[in-house]
């Protein structure tokens, strides 16, 4: 019989000793009854991360890090809880037990046939006939055995319809291959023909490791070269969008890490050879610039980013929408420059290539000060006219970009202005007053354009604030989408509701108390409101709420499992006389539930006629709040 997941989630978590665990990822030294390891989470030179085998926690007393062997896993690899649970399970020889849902099932169906194509295009290339000019190829770009299977590369044959005669033949449905981009109807409708034909095959793998798409390298010597693109991808599917992924990064990201950059580079195989050539920090986008999207995930696994451009390729055109990116997130970017008529895979099999492109890479020029270095190039010193082009260029870009919210952004900024003033010699004040009228100008024209396009229209239905789980101590915390009017009356409210979560946290059997009087719906705000509902949910299946119990009903929000386990719970648990405070805020919320009804007769009095009114003031009078004694 299926355990349940919350014990199932018990059995993973008591099979994995968080020892065992981290030591897979850390080098750990005994100190007494626990172990000390470099911490991973911050710049640490000395151990400071401690992991204690009695209370199965570690904890990094540097930068604050803590948590469960789960937690651990999460920060680690950069998933969710339900990632990491399968991870640990996998680790353990536990199968899970959990219904998947549809959505689930069917994109595990489509990994499951991505899995067993790039095994059949794999086999093709390294032990079929047919793979021979694919593996000449290979050779030719000096790219070692070892390194084509570490990435996974295969050959697509020829003929029109191989790949789908295959799966046909091994029961494959032809719909499935569709649906994953790698054969297509025949215009005849008489059966299907192939995508990838006569082809490199190079895996795309999601962060995880899981192929979800393919990139093909036409053979040189091919009938069909003249005919398509010499690479050409995987069209968008319900596993592949190019804009999301970074090839390379699911092998990267840990010498990333360590490193304290990923490089970005523009081809399948410059990733390779830097991988062979013991340089595993690097990554590739789809054939797309760097976008947004990119430098978020990049940022999960380091603090900087490092663009590595053809000196002969035009590639400086792509270094304006990194200052974009540079601006408006919270990342280091860089700009390495490679020699004339170099890519990295020919640098890095030149004689002393190797520490030529890791020179390069260390020493990759600011993008700021990168694009300054260009500008200024031709004009020595420049004139005034030009002084004030170079100006505007640069804070245009600035202006531009998505304001950052917190201290950290502020101080961002203020370097940049202060840069440029230093380089243009101009006083900062100047640099300040010039940059706040093209902000004026950059907003001034988006108000202008959003007024054109809601001119006649209507917010869509699914428009609605996103926010996760903040601070409620005070309205100066909270989001402006999530503070509601008079936010001088709901900070009181705000408080109260955090601390009914904290002590229901703390003393999960007094949840029996508050669920038939508070509804989560009173709660204003949405992380807490989320908890609340969990708790209760626990709670109606017989059990007491835990926190194992709420990590699994809130896997797809970790940041509020977080802050219940780490933030909201100590509180509630150092609460004293934890039943006589619930009673009063049990007291404080009916209150305001009856004021609310109080407002709500009053406002349908205002409208009503005589009998009506008659009505409504005796359900006012019965609304009306006990007074309160002197």
């Given amino acids: 019989m299926p355990l349940d997941p919350v014990e ?3 059995q993973i978590k008591a099979a994995s000793d ?7 990822y850390l080098a750990l030294k005994p100190a007494g009854k626990t172990f000390k390891a470099l911490c991973p989470f911050h710049p640490d030179s000395r151990p400071s991360l401690d992991v204690d085998p009695q209370r199965q926690r570690y904890k990094c007393w540097s930068c604050g890090a803590h948590g469960d062997v789960f937690a651990f896993v999460m920060h680690m690899e950069k998933v969710g809880f339900k990632e990491a649970r399968a991870i640990l399970a996998s680790r353990a020889g536990i199968k899970l037990d959990e219904q998947l ?3 689930d099932h069917h994109r595990g169906q489509l990994l499951e046939v991505m899995k067993w194509a790039q095994a059949k295009y794999a086999y093709q290339l390294l032990e079929d006939d047919a793979g021979e000019a694919a593996r000449k190829y290979l050779g030719e770009r000096k790219l070692a055995g070892k390194t084509i299977r570490e990435f996974g590369l295969g050959y697509a044959p020829l003929q029109g319809d191989w790949l789908a005669r295959l799966a046909a033949a091994e029961g494959i449905a032809a719909e499935v291959l569709v649906e994953v981009g790698l054969i297509a109807p025949s215009q ?3 059966g299907y023909y192939d995508r990838f034909r006569d082809r490199i095959m190079f895996p795309i793998r999601d962060v995880r490791g899981q192929v979800v798409g393919f990139g093909g390298r036409i053979l040189p010597q091919s009938p069909l070269a003249a005919r398509g693109p010499k690479y ?4 968008e599917t319900p596993l592949f969008h190019k804009s999301d992924l970074l090839y390379g990064l699911d092998l990267a990201r840990h010498a990333g890490a360590a490193a304290g950059y990923l490089a970005v580079v523009e081809g399948y195989t410059d990733v390779m050879m830097a991988h062979q050539c013991g340089i595993a920090q690097v990554v590739a986008t789809m054939g797309t610039a760097l976008n947004a999207k990119h430098v978020t995930q990049l940022r999960r696994y380091v603090p900087k980013v490092v663009l590595v451009y053809d000196a002969d390729a035009g590639g400086f055109l792509g270094v304006d929408r990194a200052l974009e990116l ?11 420059t490679l020699p004339e008529g170099l890519d990295p895979c020919d640098l890095l099999v030149c004689p002393e290539g190797v520490t030529t492109f890791h020179q390069i890479l260390t020493s990759a020029c600011d993008a700021l000060d990168f694009k300054l270095n260009r500008l200024l190039e031709h004009s020595t010193p420049p004139s005034d006219e030009r002084q004030r082009r170079i100006l505007d260029e640069v804070l245009n870009i600035l202006a531009a970009a998505p304001p950052l919210p917190g201290a950290a952004a502020q101080v961002k900024r203020e370097l940049i202005i202060n ?3 230093h380089r243009l010699g101009l006083r900062q004040e100047t640099v300040w007053a010039r940059f706040g009228e093209l902000r004026q100008a950059h907003d001034a024209k988006l108000r202008e354009n959003a007024a054109k396009e809601a001119h006649g229209s209507l917010r869509p239905q699914n428009s609605r604030p996103v926010s996760g789980f903040v601070e409620v101590a005070s309205d100066a915390t909270l989001p402006t989408t999530e503070r509601p009017r008079g936010a001088a009356k709901v900070s009181a409210q705000m408080a109260a509701e955090r601390q009914l979560v904290e002590l229901l946290l703390g003393d999960p059997a007094l949840v029996a108390v508050a669920a038939p009087q508070i509804c989560p719906e009173e709660l204003t705000h949405t992380g807490l409101r989320r908890i609340l509902t969990e708790l209760y949910a626990i709670h109606h299946t017989g059990v007491v709420p835990d926190l194992e119990h709420l990590r699994v009903r809130l896997e797809d929000r970790p940041d509020l499992f977080e802050a219940a386990a780490y933030k909201l719970q100590p509180v509630g648990q150092l609460m004293q006389d934890r039943e006589e405070w619930l009673a009063r805020l049990l007291k404080r919320f009916a209150e305001w539930k009856t004021t609310a009804a109080l407002r709500s007769v009053k406002q349908q009095l205002a409208s009503a ?5 008659l009505e409504l003031f005796r359900q006012l009078q019965r609304a009306q709040p006990p007074k309160r004694s002197a």
């Fill in 101 to 103: 849902s549809p959505q």
């Fill in 232 to 235: 050409y991808n995987s069209a």
């Fill in 18 to 24: 968080i020892v065992a665990v981290v030591g897979t």
């Fill in 419 to 421: 840069r440029l003033a």
């Fill in 8 to 10: 199932q989630t018990k």
């Fill in 609 to 613: 006629d005589d009998d009506q009114a």
């Fill in 188 to 190: 005849s409708g008489r």
């Fill in 326 to 336: 540079f601006v408006a997130h919270d990342v280091e970017l860089a700009v390495a």
